[in-house]
């Protein structure tokens, strides 16, 4: 295959619990002429210590990240808060280190969310898949605002047959997920939480879309708290056509519900 | 009671060579570092103008005056001439069941009105009193931009005319309307002249009348100053 | 720090999350504040250009602060009034003490301003036997109820109509019980009936300062009541109470800044009243003050500039930031614990009272962005809370739990051999756990989590296990 080789930045939440986003991923970026490939020296992009105030520890992983992706075209990951780890915070992280700095500089430069690089750099229109059903789209804060993920992920979705968007009040408020945040301190977090699943229940969409993992992981377990008939999916299993898995959090073939 | 005011110069010295410590300056800003401010203050140079009313001419102006005036909840009637206003005001005031009754500004520019022949108003000049319901004042300027009235305090203009009554009415010539803020501290520094400009004690930009939104953010006017802002836009 | 809970803010949150008043209070300012505000910045296609050109302004004017400061008290001076500098709150507090009882003052007007709450002036202007009025609507209702601001500049946006009849009827002795007092129209004729006779019983007019002009020597206040003018032109003496970062050179710099300052506090296009106040009354006018004091604050401000924290003196307390963060839309100003709530204030409590009294504001964010997004003056909120946390960690503030977990973490995170061998072994065993029905009702150590929402079960085997099968080992 020819294309710009790109280097899949996994991330954590998504090798843990969502693989089949990894390999929607790969679909997508392959489907657009890319040679994906997927170093294995990867774990997490550092966030948990970075929230934390942490930098010594951030820096030693963020150095694991660059030395592992610094060798790609391009580094893509299917979440806007990783990519924008990558892309706007590790920069900041060498300020007094030249050569890392300069190094996390130049792998800031090519790192790119999954959707915004599809639209942005590989300039892709349309994707072949379809989707019966409603849905709607919830912004993640990081892909939105630092990265400028909006228009892109409704572009590619516009083309999908059989899908409907109905736009959800609030899109652009933060779901109380904020990686720690959540846990420490539970419960806001639920009030944030409470207020977007009943936006999402109020559009009447049979399935919620985004392109963060834990921001659908906590959406989609407060739904499912809730007794509601909502299936979440992270956007890549929709673009790729790979929609055909149980959502998240939910019941496996014959499985019951909670 | 005994009421030492404290001097404050040690306090004074003490921010200062806190600030001056902060900025990594040894003591007094040199003439090098005063250069900068020294001609901001002395040029004040307009920052980016909105394009809002720029290239309006003097009708232009009225109208944009007039439009957002409106939008925050301002009357306006518009009358040909001086000789005009008083007929005017006294239909405002029948139109909106208020008393023909009003505290006038001591201001030689609204004594160009007919005011005694109208007959109908009964008219004081001075400050407002606590029982006084309606006030008239004329206005510096009004600035287009956002619908704002100018008020400048002084002999002739009480300001608490512009606060105390329940109606304020303004009556403003269309040729004192201008584009922007800026535009009225040209204005200013000219009718004070000098190179450092005194500004009058109590300069008033007013914008609609009195509002509050405090009572679980409903929006209600008249909270303490004026319910009702009323201009007259002569010319 | 005396006063403050903001170290209690888990506490205070959780205690006002249940507080069904304060949700119904809240409920409409995304239609107020946060439509409002969107409604006019679509209306000005400069917008951002002019936020751009207020942050430059403010830059310019905190690289050359001593000297605006200074230029500005000579002019003042100069037009007759009278500047007094206080290092910190006790200091404000004496020369306001003074300057009443110099005036034999028996009751205060007060315009709204925060400099006074950071000051403490209410209590200690009633501890020394004067009555301080709150003119401000909001700031009343607050007063009567003994309560603090919840909102820098919505004081009382945490209560609902309903709480205020209630405290009307409670303070308003003579109020006719069977007057019909359930709107808010209502509520603010009674409300200025009471205010009105206030205004003239008081010696002394006490205002806040939204800024202080060095080319004019005069301060102005922004408000929509009217109740900051006649605070200042009824009474004999007008103090000025406005902390040092308020100075901007000239009246243009001025007007730049009020262009941005209520399209993003309230969604009006301009407040209704803006007020240049120079100086006494002059020997001619027939009314005005007859004596002009400012009182400067520094406490701590100074000990800002070119630190980690300097860009937080660009802030013109607009309250935008706090109007569009999701965490004090769902808690409220009052559990922030001290004056400043919401984004601003959990960068600039730390700062003014010290981290260790306020460590959990700057953590209590998710980082979304919104209030940099919104801020005016181009704040970079997110980026300073994060560099609190990193004081806090660097002090050994951080609580334990957390600094373990994240230990622990890092062990994993920096060994990648290790940590696909420990990952494939724990998202096995939750799989197992959660079987078929593709989730869990509770789970060890994440009761945070589970207390309120489901937790989505992995898939089974991670990617990178499945990616090493299906493509080879590199
Ligand atoms: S931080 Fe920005 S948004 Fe918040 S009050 Fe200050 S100026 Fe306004």
Redesign the interface.
Known sequence: MSGPRVGLFVTCLVDLFRPTVGFAAVKLLEEAGCTAEVPQAQTCCGQPAWNTGDRKTTQAVAKGVIAAFEGYDYVVAPSGSCAGMLRVHYPELFVADESWKARAEALAAKSWELVGFLVDVLKLERVAADYAGIVTYHDSCSGLRELGVKAQPRALLAGIGGLHLRELADAEVCCGFGGTFCVKYPDISDRMVSNKTKSIVDTGADTLLAGDMGCLMNMAGKLQREGAAVRVRHVAEVLAGMADRPAIGEARDGGEGA | MSAEVPDTAKSRAAILGAIRRGLGRDGAPTRAQREAPETRLATHPRNLQPARTAGADHGGLAHLFRHYAEAVQATVTEVADMASVPAAVADYLRRENLPARAVMAPDPALDAAPWAETGMLSIRRGKPTESDEVSVTSAFAGIAETGTLVMLSGKEHPSTLNFLPETHIVVLSADRVVGTYEDVWDRIRRKMGGAVPRLPRTVNLVTGPSRSGDIQQTLLLGAHGPRRLHIVLVG | MEGSTSHDF?AN??RE?ANADLRA?LS??????VAGRARVVAN???FD??RD?AKA?KD?TL?????????WER?AR??GGHV????DTA?AR??VL??C????ARAVNKGKSMIAEECGINEMLEANGIRPVE????EY?IQIRHETPSHII????H???AQ?EKSFRETHTGLDPARDLTE??A??TEA?EI??KKY?EAEVGITGANFLV???G?SIIVT????G??SQ??PRIHIVLAS?EKVV?????A??I??VLARSA?G???????????????A?????PEEYHVV?L?NGR??????EF?EMLRCIRCGACMNHC??YQ??GGHAYGWVYPGPMGAVLTPALIGIEHAAPLP????????C??VCPMRIPLP?MM?K???????KGL?PRP?RQG?KL??A?????RL??FV?GL??GALARLA?????L?RLPL????T?????????G????A???EK?G??
């Not at chain 3, 001619?284 to 005005?288: I, W």
């Open positions: 888990k949150a959780t999350l209070a409409g300012s995304d239609r107020t504040f000005l296609p400069e250009a002019l050109a302004i310019h690289a050359n602060l001593d000297h605006y400061l200074e230029v002019r100069e037009a007094h500098w206080a290092k200091e004496a020369i003074a300057l009882k110099r005036a034999g003119t401000d609507l909001g209702i919505a004081p009382a946006i209560l609902t109509k205020v808010p129209r509520l603010l200025r205010l009105r003239f060095a080319e004019t005069s929509n009541e009217g109740n003018d006649l032109l009824l040092l050179p000239t009246l243009e710099d007007s730049t009020l262009r309230t009006q296009e301009f407040s209704t009243y803006t007020t240049l106040s120079t100086g006494p009354r002059r001619d006018d027939l009314d005005g400067v520094d100074a000990a800002m500039l070119g630190g300097h999701p965490v769902a808690v953590n209590a964010s998710t980082f979304c962005g919104r940099e997004q980026g994060r609190w946390r990193e004081r806090e960690f660097d951080t957390a994240l973490w890092a994993f995170a920096t060994r990648p940590y696909r990952t724990a998202m079987g078929r029905k593709g989730r009702r994440a009761g945070g989590w207390r309120y929402r489901e937790f989505p079960a992995p898939e085997r991670t990617f990178q499945m990616w090493a493509r080992r590199p």
